[in-house]
């Protein structure tokens, strides 16, 4: 039977010749990681020889040679070549020991099973599949549920037929390989009841950066084969990689709720062997993986990634009568892994016109152009090169437009969904799951397409003005002051992780509750108060598939908080507490039943003001809680909470009893606890600080504010906001001195350095322990600070 079949467990990844891509790989899971409590479903696989004999048997190999032949020299299309193959592939017989082979193999995969006759998957492996350096992603078929022999024997035909699809022919051809050089292994493999389970997709890499501390997982109900096809928009886990040994700690660090709109089960009698059904409101409220099994599939991914020694794209499946989860795909990642991480280049777009669509963001990169907008596959030819691809969803048919489009934005799909796969590895920008694209974007629409903002991506009207610059990693100087980053968007960090950045020195907790978050703590916490019907509808479309209010506003503020703080762990990250105004959280949903109007809240009832008074107390508390859940529960252990905008050291001792109350005891855990230098009472009374806090963060842009007395958002007095003024420096110096002498650290996260490289020398001479600017300003400053440090150290030789 070797000649024309072999079972998994007798194969090994160096098979690839001999079963394809993916079914070597799967010999190689069965075989060496089942002992290490991976599941991967039984099955096996009919040889690339099984394929050339039954293209010899019926007389084939000339009528393909020349069909391509024919489509090399231009004399039929695309199209009829494929088609003309595909129905001559269909109609072959099957050589008899061949199909008896075929036949007595899946009867003994029916006594393995113990079922009479066992539902199976029917994947194609293509002999050039799942390489390094090409994926062939959707290139071929696979059938599911399919049941008898006679029905197996057709898929199998269909799979070999499936190597001659367009979209196969026009990706071989992009890669080089040769018109009858690959040949078709099909993949026999038990179906995982995933049709009343879930199933997904999972890198052990994050997709777009390419950093390889995370796993992402993409999941949706019923067969999986949606979510690889991106006609759903599935529900996302990140999981943090380093922490997935202890069992103590919880490390997903993102989870998203998709909508999840259909899902695909089996067929009944007389039916295809599949159909999508729409899913109940029930699931579409509903994560398909519990926290528990989201980390058990991600240790899979760890496991599996540590065997192979390469970044892994893998294929899940939940038995739903069972629970328990299958590795049914694996295969190595294609894209990012290849890339090189001594130079990546930084996109900063300037929209001409409003903001039209969000989604998901593929490739980190930019594109301007004009909107072609295809419905369906059958409109593909009237595709124009150098578009902006607008449609529903992408499959593999449409690769051969999407490698002449300038970007693609789709109305459905994850991550790990086609469309975002082959953006990918085509370089492209993409808009993946907007969810309304085809519906607001018209024909011939001048459009720029942003993915360079983070984990949302952006449709804006018009051809707005794309800068792109280089940044190179080559060369970095060591520094004895600490370069650290300000962060505001999580969903941005991992995108500067190869930044060899000594933490990050300022993470802005209120950015968070106003992008992620959205809603005001106390409308979470007394829902019944919001009067606004419509706001209330909004709340309670956020906080599905949480249990309440504060659980949504506790959990998802943790994730966002780790997703910063696991970029860089075990660095310091220095978590700014929540520093809005009142007209600023008034801003929030909810938020205008609960906040004061105040004449001035610049210096009103903010920052610590906040945290201990009556009003806000309750609200402080979910931030607490937050923080804690952070640090003892997920282990992020490196997280340093800051207070903002504390007047006076009797302030502070409110402040601290506070968050003592809530489980953030200074010291306990190793907790440090800043304060920020904003206010001139700060440098003044700075020894009274320093009894309370563990370091100093100057805010200098508040310090300057308020040492000359100016509104920093005048445009009337722009030109008197400095600071470089003798008083401001007055104010910088001193602080910096009076910390050391108590033994504090210090640093400056203002935006000073950022735009001034001078000014960082002046931090330098001035003895400043760090300074925190923002990551396209990274390599200047760091460069300026050892360019600073290496002129004092000349200056005092001398």
Known sequence: MDKYLIWYEDLRRGDVAVVGGKNASLGEMISTLTAKNIRVPDGFAT???????????????????????????????????????????????????????????????????????????????????????????????TFLNITGEAALLDACRRCYASLYTDRAISYRQILGFGRTDVALSVGIQLMVRSDIGSSGVMFSIDTESGCDRFVL?????????????????????????????????????????????????????????????????????????SDEEAVELARYAKTIEAHYGVAMDMEWAKDGKTGELFIVQARPETVQSRKSGAVFQSFNVTPSGKLMVQGLSVGNAAAAGRVCLIRSAHEIDRFVDGSVLVTSTTDPDWVPIMKRAAAVVTDHGGRTSHAAIVSRELGLPAVIGTGSATHILHEGQDVTVSCAEGETGAVYDGLGHIEVSDISLDDVPQTRTGVMLNIANPSAAVRWWRLPVDGVGLARMEFLISNEIKVHPLALLNPDQVKDATELRAITELIKGYQD????????????????????????????????????????????????????????????????????????????????????EMGFTNVIAMVPFCRSPEEADKVLEVMDANGLRRGENGLEVYVMTEIPSNVIRAKEFSERFDGFSIGSNDLTQLTL??????????????????????????????????????????????????????????????????????????????????????????
């Open 217 to 289: 997982i993409n999941g949706a109900w019923g067969l999986g084969e949606n979510v690889v096809q991106g006609a759903v928009n599935p529900d996302e886990f990140q999981v943090f990689k380093p922490f997935l040994d202890d069992t103590g700690r919880l490390p997903i660090v993102s989870k998203t709720l998709g909508t999840k709109e259909i899902k695909m089960i089996y067929g009944q009698a007389g039916e295809a062997a599949t159909r999508n059904v729409p899913t109940s409101v029930a699931e579409r409220e509903r994560f398909t993986l």
């Open 709 to 798: 007395g100016v509104d920093r958002d005048s445009e009337a007095l722009a030109d008197v906001f400095r600071e470089r003024d003798p008083a401001v420096l007055w104010m910088i110096e001193t602080a910096i001195l009076r910390a050391h002498e108590a033994g504090r650290k210090i640093g400056l996260c203002g935006q000073a350095p950022s735009n001034d490289p001078d000014f960082a020398r002046l931090l330098v001479s001035a003895g400043i322990d760090t300074i925190s600017v923002t990551p396209d300003s990274f390599l200047n400053v760091k460069r300026n600070v050892a360019q600073a440090e290496k002129d004092d150290l000349s200056e005092g030789q001398a």
């Open 549 to 632: 209010g504060p659980t949504y506003f506790t959990q998802r503020l943790a994730m966002g908080l780790a997703r910063i703080a696991s970029v860089w762990y075990p660095k310091p990250v220095i978590v700014r507490l929540s520093d809005f105004k009142s007209n600023e959280y008034a801003d929030l949903l909810g938020g205008r039943h609960f906040e004061p109007s105040e004449e001035n809240p610049m210096i009103g009832l903010r920052g610590a003001a906040r945290y201990y008074s009556a009003f806000y107390r309750d609200a402080f508390a979910l931030e607490c809680a937050a923080l804690k859940r952070l640090r003892d």
């Open 47 to 141: 040889t690339a020889e099984a394929y050339r004999g039954f293209i010899a048997a019926n007389g084939l190999k000339q009528l393909i040679t020349e069909r391509i032949d024919a489509l090399d020299a231009g004399r039929t299309t695309l199209h009829e070549a494929g088609a003309a193959i595909r129905t001559a592939i269909t109609a072959g017989e099957w050589p008899r020991e061949t199909a008896e082979a075929i036949c007595a193999a899946y009867r003994d995969l029916a006594k393995r099973s113990g079922q009479k006759e066992p539902s199976i998957a029917v994947r194609s492996s293509a002999t050039a599949e799942d390489l390094p350096d090409a994926s062939f992603a959707g290139q071929q078929e």
